[in-house]
């Protein structure tokens, strides 16, 4: 088992900065990728970043590419998520997910994730 906790979020100005983080512990040896998504009202889950925990290849979905950074430290089992140049269109709940080897890792697929946190709550207004 992998227990996810995600830190960080809160509420900026179109324009701002916030930088989530998500603390993992438990079998971390299993995982093989993380992925953060995110889920605004009335609207479906979509995977934003994606982050290899061996290679720490990544990859971000278009929406957020050029503002967003997703990056991991293996060391303190931590992942991030940099949100620069943050739009109202970016307010959202935003989940640390984590797939075990196997899973598929894939930004547009949530059910292929193993374990998932609580989520964290992103508020920009304009």
């Known amino acids: 088992q992998v227990q996810l906790v995600e830190s960080g979020g809160g509420s900026v100005q179109a324009g701002g900065s916030l930088r989530l983080s998500c603390a993992t512990s438990?079998?971390?040896?299993?995982?093989?990728?993380m992925i953060w998504f995110r889920q605004a009202p009335g609207k479906e889950r979509e995977g934003v970043a994606r982050?290899?925990?061996?290679?720490?290849?990544?990859a971000y979905a278009d929406s957020v590419k050029g503002r967003f950074t997703i990056s991991r430290d293996n060391a303190k089992n931590t992942v991030s998520l940099q949100m620069n140049s943050l739009k109202p269109e970016d307010t959202a709940m935003y989940y640390c997910?984590?797939?075990?080897?196997?899973?598929?890792?894939?930004?547009?697929?949530?059910?292929?994730?193993?374990?998932w946190g609580k989520g964290i709550l992103v508020t920009i207004s304009s």
């Open positions: 997910a984590a797939g075990s080897y196997g899973s598929k890792c894939d930004l547009g697929d949530d059910s292929g994730m193993t374990y």
């Open positions: 438990g079998d971390t040896m299993s995982v093989a990728c």
């Open positions: 982050v290899y925990r061996i290679t720490g290849t990544t």
